[in-house]
């Protein structure tokens, strides 16, 4: 079901589409799974793969938005904590209940702190993830050990979600194939395609790996391309403005050791005004975020040198146990997708994160902004738009209560397979099979050669960077480690998908010129 030359072959058997969405992130994977369940013939392509960008580069998160409720903006706090609650029922294997402690240094922020989460517990209503609370000095430095101590006065407590957001993704994609969409990766769309009134009616699209260009029809296109909103904008309009203004945030990812128990530290107020969260996550931590604009995007983003100093000097700040460069496991950067700014006193921090959607003169349809937490909603509202401006027959919304692929009800983080949920089954029927799969990737990981095989097979993965950055996430948890075992990844995949050593060398290569951005050079 998720082979490549079998989804291929029905892009050969069809041109003509009810749906065709540009963009395989959240976003889009969201849409395509919405516009397959209400029945629609369902395309999306992907340039890279899914969740390349943004959507693979979070704190990993699924979170309300305490911030959000400081600005003000409560229908966003409660549309996002509405939905938090859906993707903790709905992707049971992959989303779990965290806790969250606020270290307060005056009475003056105990306060503040506690009748803020008790309106974001209110909020939350029946899909509460738990009453946050206030706890006093001893408390607090015995559920955050490395915390320090000085001037603490005590904490809040509160509750939010935490995921792994590239393997909720390729989950959803999935689903979304299990329910008779066509999903491809590596499949870039160069052009949008008119009638004789100028509207658009489909895309040309290449696939990466054969060169091949395809005309495909649609009775409507959807850009849900994040950072790259404007590329198809104006593929649409040359004269189109941006709309866009990505701002850059990275993460650190730290050993274990630096928050030693179950909670995670959410410091509210930084230098530059954002909050900076500490996450325990695949048994490391992840420190951030920052928050830079740019004047460009890629599809690598690099972390500024003092994007990583301040990093470390906000943790420092809290940590008693000193954070350096050489202690940093693995650096990533993502870009998130603003609305480009009204003026220039406008920060960043101020933008709301609110979905908008854009209905071009040609009828293309482009939704921007929002948050991964808001994935449904917002793939609902695309829908709904469509739905109303004619392009699509009327039809209900069925995602709000539907199980994403692997999805058992269970999470159980005591052993790593946990994050495939029902498919835990089969990868170790594989191992079984094939006792040598059974053998670890590194020496220093938990992750098993039979994932790997398991990602070609059963996950669409095409390239080193595929498996190790997005389907076992060694890339973002010891960049390292990613580096060192990339040839024995490349030879499993030359094996899989019948490739000779040329192809296989030049995937090493490209790995590897990736996977460098991901170290820190002390």
Not at 8 to 27: C, F, K, N, P, Y
Not at 110 to 139: C, E, H, V, W
Not at 241 to 260: A, M, T
Not at 454 to 469: G, K, S
């Amino acid at each position: 079901m998720f082979d490549r030359p079998t989804l291929i072959r029905q892009l050969q058997t069809s041109s003509h589409w009810d749906v065709i969405i540009i963009g395989g992130g959240a976003t889009g994977l969201g849409i395509a799974l919405d516009s397959a369940t209400r029945g629609f013939k369902t395309l999306l392509l992907e340039q890279v793969d899914f969740a390349k960008g943004t959507s693979s580069r979070s704190t990993k998160l699924v979170h309300g938005g305490v911030r959000y409720l400081a600005q003000g903006n409560i229908d966003l706090v409660k549309e996002a904590l509405y939905e938090r609650g859906l993707m903790l029922k709905n992707a049971s294997h992959l989303v779990s209940n965290q806790s969250f402690i606020i270290p307060n240094y005056t009475h003056w922020d105990m306060l503040k702190y506690t009748i803020g989460l008790k309106l974001y517990d209110f909020l939350a209503g029946k899909l509460s993830f738990g009453k946050s609370i206030g706890i006093n000095k001893r408390k607090t430095i015995l559920r955050l050990s490395t915390l320090k101590s000085d001037k603490l006065k005590g904490s809040v407590v509160y509750h939010d979600g935490q995921f792994d957001d590239a393997r909720l993704a390729i989950n959803i994609a999935q689903t979304a194939i299990e329910k008779g969409a066509t999903l491809l990766n590596h499949f870039k769309v160069e052009k949008l395609l008119k009638n004789n009134d100028g509207l658009v009616n489909g895309v040309e699209a290449t696939d990466a790996e054969t060169n091949l260009t395809y005309a495909l029809n649609a009775k409507v296109v959807i850009n849900a391309t994040g950072v790259f909103t404007d590329e198809v904008l104006k593929m649409d309009n040359a004269l189109a403005k941006n709309s866009i203004r990505p701002s850059q945030g990275i993460h650190l990812v730290l050993d274990q050791s630096y928050l030693p128990g179950n909670d995670a530290i959410m410091i509210p107020k930084t230098d530059d005004g954002r909050v900076l969260f500490l996450v325990p996550w695949h048994n490391r931590v992840v420190v951030g975020t920052t928050d830079t604009l740019l004047d460009s995007h890629s599809l690598e983003p690099k972390a500024l040198d003092k994007e990583i100093d301040f990093i470390l000097q906000t943790a420092n700040r809290y940590l008693t146990k000193k954070v350096t460069k050489k202690d940093v496991l693995s650096i990533f950067a993502g870009l998130r997708p603003l609305a480009a700014p009204k003026d220039k006193s406008e920060k960043t921090k101020e933008i709301s994160r609110s979905h908008k959607i854009i209905v071009s003169d040609s009828e293309l349809i482009t939704i921007t902004g929002g948050k991964w937490t808001t994935y449904r909603r917002m793939a609902q509202d695309v829908l709904n738009k469509a739905i109303a401006l004619g392009k699509l027959p009327n039809a209900k919304c069925q995602t709000k209560n539907l199980l994403i692929h692997g999805a058992d009800g269970t999470v159980n983080k005591s052993q790593h397979l946990y994050i495939y949920g029902s498919d835990q089954r089969e990868i170790k029927k594989l191992i079984g099979e094939h006792p040598e799969l059974g053998e670890k990737l590194h020496q220093r990981l938990e992750f098993t050669k039979a994932e790997v095989v398991w990602a070609i097979r059963n996950e669409m993965a095409r390239t080193i960077e595929d498996v190790l950055a997005r389907r076992v996430r060694i890339l973002f948890l010891d960049a390292k480690a990613a580096i060192e075992i990339a040839p024995m990844v490349a030879t499993i995949l030359s094996k899989e998908l019948h490739k000779n050593d040329e192809w296989r060398q030049q995937q090493i290569s490209d790995f590897i010129e990736i996977a460098e951005s991901y170290v820190i050079k002390n």
